[in-house]
């Protein structure tokens, strides 16, 4: 029975791996095959992403096709490889043996891609080659002959353009025809069988591509000339740096002017939907819980939106075209000074807009320790839920002006908290590297690729997917962590004749009180303390949680302005000081801990970064306050 | 597998190179420099290194080019492989790899130096 008919007869639908290097253009490929009609979801165990997407055959074959992670070979170098390998080999668990493999090489790039599909042909199973980015190929007047390619291989081989619908014509025609042979057999024995290539292995299937390279290119092509002329100036070692500094410096300016309006946005329909409900609710606990509780939580939460998805605008941009991997070339000697591959630029990067996704792009480190120590430093990026208590703290009690001749002194703060918390983390991967977590290190070996035009559809289709990310999050362990902590602030209720706010008798207040002595030290009243215990959950909260502990009560907006008020009147500067030197890294969020428990596969790595955290967060804030009241600040 | 005649002609190659001063590890190339490599070999247990090196392309007849290096103690590099991919690694794992004048002038190579306007 062939693949096809098993199919037809509607048993399952077919699988098909998409296997190729990295920058052969295999995401955008997919993309153009799959269209929407994508599905993200996690591997059991590791959070390396199962991408996969429904098409149809013109025959009429559903298709279920997976998109691997890019690898050069099938010896696995990181947990993301490891899965290319277990999935092409059958040993993925829940996963079986793909029906047939795609290999997507770059045309331009035969000479090192066509390693990788000689790999696969070892292992005997239908297996198709894709000459991608032919239109480029051809216009570097480079030509190749499918059909001396298909013969020396012995397997069918198709040109695509992924860019285009009609590109893939040929690759959907071919995957038709394969699935209708009936399979030879005899490749479970060369699966079984399979071993990592030793570097003599390696070196033949090098001997091997010399020898059918002249026979399938007709012409050579000319070597590409912009990307070289670029890097001249772009990985300079002087202007390369400084073109770097002011890329950021434009990104982060870029996440706070322009997510202004949106955010505004976010905030007026939050507070129109709060006044709507409390207008046509009657006075009630359910009343209570869903406007203060969950509408106010949410609508503190939904407003960064804006911000993480331009900051990821960004990111999805650098890397699409190319300039990413040049940022880690230029980054990664100051960070090996510290342990840090240059690859971990990018998780860290990622980390500003939020902590979640930097740790997922953490598996693109093949050394365990230093994805580990990656990792552990992620959640001391100033992430965008630090930014509404910096912006409250900074605003109350940092005065307005301008110092040395034209910079905002508040600015200046602001940047200051965001220095501290990456020299932080530097310290923290030196440290960790000198003791914990000593030994060898990954080698930097890494392609620099040749620059293009960011794919429109790749960088839309990226943005959509984070911003489901994080929309799910809202909906499940925010809104599971609001309902709870309402709860919390309003039960038990206020005695009759009660001088305090409501929140001071409530199961936060006795939890908040409790801790007081703890927090007297570093100068948080017991106001802050009740604040910190929904803050714990989420960074944000504590905003909203400090405008209940003042008994303040309206939309955001309003709170906040009040809050600014109050809270200079109410609290010494060395107080406010302290709470943000302690906001820069006491690890206040419980979706980040999730996330490295479910990265490092272990409760040991979440414990020791929430100790390590909370116990750097507690000596800066008492530092700081010390200082801050022998200079004064009292 | 190439033939027992063609490993000696290359081993008696190479030693004539090295005698002659002629080879010297892709770490201490200029920026600018061309070559050919001679040998990739690293000496962990495992040749972990040496596999990574062949598997982004690092393998002996294979021309390199030195394009870029950082600000920093002149580490990491980048450097084109056969005219095709450049790959950035750093002074320690370029240190495996043995380069040494590109002899036979290939086709590939001199017109990449000629459309570089660089004399070999």
């Known amino acids: ?634 | 597998m190439s033939g027992h005649g063609e490993q000696e002609r290359q081993l008696f190659e190479l030693g004539r190179l090295v005698k002659a001063g002629l080879t010297q590890p892709l770490s201490l190339m200029r920026r600018g420099g061309v070559g050919r490599i001679l040998a990739v070999r690293s000496s962990d247990g495992d040749r972990e290194v040496e596999r990574g090196l062949l598997e982004m392309g690092f393998v002996e007849g294979a021309c390199v080019e030195v394009l870029h290096y950082g600000l920093l103690g002149r580490d990491p590099l980048a450097v084109r492989i056969n005219q095709t991919m450049t790959v950035a690694l750093r002074r320690g794992e370029a240190n495996a790899v043995l380069v040494g004048p590109l002899l036979d002038q290939t086709a590939d190579a001199r017109s990449s130096a000629s459309q570089e306007g660089r004399p070999l």
């Open chain 1, 1 to 634: 029975m062939t693949a096809g008919t098993l199919a037809a007869e509607g048993f399952r639908p077919l699988r098909i791996a998409l296997v190729g290097p990295p920058n052969s253009g295999k995401t955008t490929l997919f993309n153009t095959l799959t269209g929407g009609r994508q599905k993200t979801a996690n591997y059991p165990g590791v959070t390396v992403e199962r991408k996969s997407g429904r098409l149809r055959t013109p025959v009429g074959h559903t298709v279920e096709l997976l998109d691997l992670p890019g690898s050069y070979s099938l010896r696995a170098r990181s947990p993301d490889e490891a899965i290319t390998r277990d999935v092409v080999l059958g040993r993925q668990a829940q996963e079986g043996l793909p029906d047939a493999v795609v290999c997507v090489t770059d045309a331009t790039n035969l000479g090192q891609h066509l390693r990788l599909l000689l790999e696969l042909r070892q292992l005997g199973r239908p297996l198709i080659l894709a000459l991608n980015m032919m239109d480029l190929a051809q216009k570097r007047g480079c030509e190749i002959s499918t059909e001396a390619l298909s013969r020396q291989l012995g397997i069918p081989v198709v040109t695509t353009v992924a860019m285009r619908k009609s590109g893939v014509r040929d690759l959907l025609g071919q995957i038709d025809t394969l699935l209708n042979q009936t399979p030879t057999g005899g490749g479970a024995a060369a699966i079984d069988d399979w071993v990592e290539p030793s570097p003599d292995a390696i070196r033949a299937y090098h001997r091997e591509v010399e020898r059918l390279l002249p026979e399938a290119v007709v012409r050579e092509g000319a070597p590409e000339r912009l990307t070289r002329r670029l890097d001249r100036v772009l990985l300079h070692p002087v202007a390369g740096p400084l073109i770097l500094i002011a890329l950021l410096f434009l990104m982060f300016q870029a996440v706070f002017s322009w997510a202004e309006a949106p955010m505004d946005w976010i905030d007026g329909g939050m507070a129109g939907l709060q006044q709507w409900l409390s207008a046509y609710l009657e006075e009630s606990l359910l009343k209570s819980l869903l406007v203060d509780g969950i509408v106010a939580g949410v609508g503190g939460v939904v407003i960064f939106l804006p911000q993480i998805l331009i900051l990821f605008l960004f990111i999805l941009l650098l890397e699409d075209s190319g300039y990413m991997t040049r940022a880690a070339f230029l980054m990664d000697r100051l960070m090996s000074a510290v342990g840090l591959n240059g690859r971990a630029f990018i998780p860290l990067l990622s980390s500003f807009a939020c902590a979640i996704p930097g740790i997922m792009a953490a598996r693109t480190i093949a050394h365990p320790l230093d994805r580990l120590v990656t990792i552990l430093i992620a959640p001391l990026m100033t992430c965008s839920a630090r930014l509404p208590v910096y912006i409250l703290l900074i605003a109350a009690f940092v005065p307005a002006t301008t110092v040395w001749g034209g910079i905002g002194l508040q600015g200046l703060v602001m940047f200051g908290l965001y220095a501290t918390g990456i020299v932080g983390a530097l310290i923290v991967a030196g440290v960790l590297r000198l003791t914990l977590l000593r030994g060898g290190r990954q080698p930097l070996l890494m392609e620099l690729p040749s620059y293009k035009w960011p794919n429109p559809v790749n960088v839309l289709l990226g943005l959509w997917e984070r911003a489901k990310i994080f929309m799910r999050r809202i909906g499940t362990i925010i809104l599971s962590v609001l309902i709870v902590l309402w709860f919390l602030s309003t039960f038990p209720a206020p005695p009759d004749g009660a001088t305090e706010p409501a929140i001071y008798y409530s199961f936060a207040g006795l939890i908040g009180r409790a801790l007081e002595p703890l927090l007297a030290p570093i100068g948080f009243n017991w106001q802050i303390a009740i604040a910190l215990v929904p803050g714990l959950a989420a960074r944000e909260v504590a905003v909203a949680a400090l405008g209940t502990v003042y008994a303040l009560s309206g939309d955001e907006g309003t709170v906040v302005e009040a809050l600014t008020v109050t809270l200079a009147q109410s609290w010494t500067l060395a107080t406010a000081l302290s709470l943000l030197a302690w906001y820069v890294f006491a690890p206040q969020c419980l979706a980040t801990l999730a996330a490295v428990r479910r990265e490092t596969n272990s409760w040991r790595w979440a414990t020791f970064m929430f100790v390590y955290l909370m116990t750097l967060a507690y000596i800066a804030a008492f530092v700081t306050y010390r200082v801050a009241l022998a200079l004064g600040g009292g």
